[in-house]
């Protein structure tokens, strides 16, 4: 079964981590500025996330890290490597993939998309 080699502190670990960069990247220091600008937002706007936006983010990086845990798995080698190499090879394949497709349809400027990723 996929998920019984699933090594449930590295998924933990990976999804702190996952909301610990986020908060950093869309920091006021970082691309906060240029993210809003391009989105149409205020600061004050952006702060009123509701709370529930995170919690949801945080069970999405812990599905994430399960999804490439598992596929790493059945890859059959279930190093750092291949962690690495899977990972930027979803990315590739799926993440990139529809971010520019999105960006596209939706009309949304690159910018954009450089500061989400």
């Known amino acids: 079964m996929l998920l019984a080699n699933v090594n449930w502190v590295a998924v933990l670990v990976s999804a702190v981590a996952s909301m610990v960069v986020g908060f950093v990247w869309f920091s006021p220091p970082l691309f906060q500025k240029a993210y809003l600008a391009e989105i149409g937002k205020t600061a004050a706007e952006a ?30 080698n279930a190093g750092v490597g291949a962690g690495l190499a899977a990972g930027f090879m979803v990315w ?26």
Not at 48 to 67: D, G, K, M, Q, R
């Open 47 to 76: 702060a009123a996330t509701p709370p529930t936006n995170y919690l949801i983010s945080f069970v999405l990086a812990i599905v994430e890290a399960v999804f490439l845990s598992s596929l790493v798995g059945a890859m059959g």
């Open 92 to 117: 590739l394949g799926f993440v990139a993939t529809t971010s520019g497709a999105n960006t596209l349809i939706g009309d949304r400027t690159f910018r954009v998309v450089r500061a989400e990723r």
